[in-house]
């Protein structure tokens, strides 16, 4: 006889006689979103990078986290080396802070040498040279700090000359009066189900969108440009501020992407008004019990395997994964799941149903085959 599949009481009535299947509930996203943290950074000078294949063309993709202003620009490839060239031509051409940078598991990305030399000449001028640190490997320094010991401490002309030959030997070493070094911290979260880059990856979907099935036209610089352009003059929906102006019968202000990179006091606007909604919702995940867990809970979790093999997979429920919860991490939960992988998800994405595997209920145990 085929077991009961349903959870209703009133169905369950007529067929009290039949034997029931184990009963696991699924909860929906919709409804956990209003637990999810906020995405925005403490501090300027904050980005998300990722990198944009299309055709035979690269393109380094760079957002600001708070501001949303986009930078997209074409590289030859993917070598460290040219990344970090480009990035710093990025900070000298258009003129912005880049402090942290938050990228995936790209390799590229991942190497970039985070020190940038800033060279100020007799003439007042300055001059942004990235810390190439594996052209002086010939030589018998070894490793970045040794390197960057040398010319700073040391004023080590040689070292410094070998950097400046590799990057732009026009650059005359006499005419320098005195460097520094700009530093960058690189924020490396390879997870694909912790959502720690969603502002980028969403950006270059919309990019995608916006071109529709035209690679051709994606792949084409000048057409990018434009593309960068209209996102960033375009007012942004994450980009609203309240209006404390009562007479105005909108509720907030929307700005675009240009307008609040170019006034730094209007981000820190923004970052307070972000804080104060952090603050909301860390007090509706308390009050929701998610941030009670403890080491060895049992968790029902969410795991979203759309940027891993297993995409195409048919996916019966939300919450489709059984997994024992280990610590919290940055807003997020590392647990173990039943195959012994180690994962990061996001809190919201999570629901505690056991203190431990002893305690389970024996649906859960019979639904996941434990």
């Known amino acids: 006889m085929l077991a009961y599949p349903f959870s209703s009481k009133y169905k369950f009535f007529e067929f009290k006689n039949v ?3 184990p009963y696991v509930p699924d909860y929906k996203l919709k409804a956990c979103k209003q637990y999810m943290k906020p995405n925005f950074s403490n501090e300027p000078g904050c980005w998300e990078a990722d990198l944009m294949f299309v055709k035979n063309t690269i393109y380094l993709v760079l957002i600001n986290v708070n501001t949303r202003f986009l930078i997209v620009e074409p590289i030859e490839s993917k070598e460290t080396r040219v990344l970090s060239i480009k990035i710093t031509d990025i900070i000298v051409n258009y003129d912005v802070d ?5 990228c995936d598991g790209e390799k590229g990305l991942q190497a970039v040498q985070n020190d940038i030399i800033v060279l100020r000449t007799n003439d007042d001028g300055i001059v942004f040279v990235p810390a190439i640190h594996n052209i002086v490997y010939k030589s018998s320094l070894r490793g970045k700090e040794k390197i960057l010991n040398e010319i700073i401490n040391k004023h080590n002309t040689n070292v410094l ?3 400046l030959s590799e990057y732009n030997d026009e650059i005359d070493v006499n005419t320098i ?3 520094s070094v700009y530093r960058i911290k690189f924020v490396v979260n390879s997870s694909p189900y912790a ?3 969603k502002t980028v990856d969403s950006v270059i979907r919309t990019l995608r969108n916006a071109f529709g099935t035209n690679d051709t ?3 084409n610089n000048n057409y990018m440009q434009q593309m960068v352009n209209y996102y960033n003059n375009t007012p942004h929906n994450s980009l609203r501020v309240r209006n404390y102006n009562y007479e105005s019968d909108s509720k907030y202000i929307y700005y675009t992407p240009a307008q609040m990179q170019n006034d730094i006091d209007l981000e820190w606007k923004y970052i307070r008004m972000m804080r104060s909604k952090l603050q909301s919702i860390h007090k509706k995940q308390q009050h ?3 941030l009670t867990y403890k080491k060895g809970n049992i968790i029902l979790v969410h795991v979203d395997y759309g940027k891993t093999k297993k995409k195409f997979d048919k996916r019966r429920r939300v919450f489709n994964e059984i997994a024992e919860f280990l610590a919290y991490s940055n807003g997020n939960v590392i647990c173990k799941l039943q195959n012994g992988n180690l994962i990061q998800v996001p809190i919201a994405y999570t629901k505690k149903i056991a203190n431990s595997y002893d305690e389970l209920n024996k649906d859960y145990k019979l639904y996941f085959g434990m």
């Open 19 to 21: 034997p029931r299947e």
């Open 98 to 102: 880049i402090f942290t940078i938050k």
């Open 161 to 163: 000359k070998t950097i």
């Open 177 to 179: 009066k005195s460097w």
């Open 195 to 197: 959502l720690a880059h």
């Open 217 to 219: 036209k994606i792949a």
């Open 288 to 290: 929701k019990g998610l």
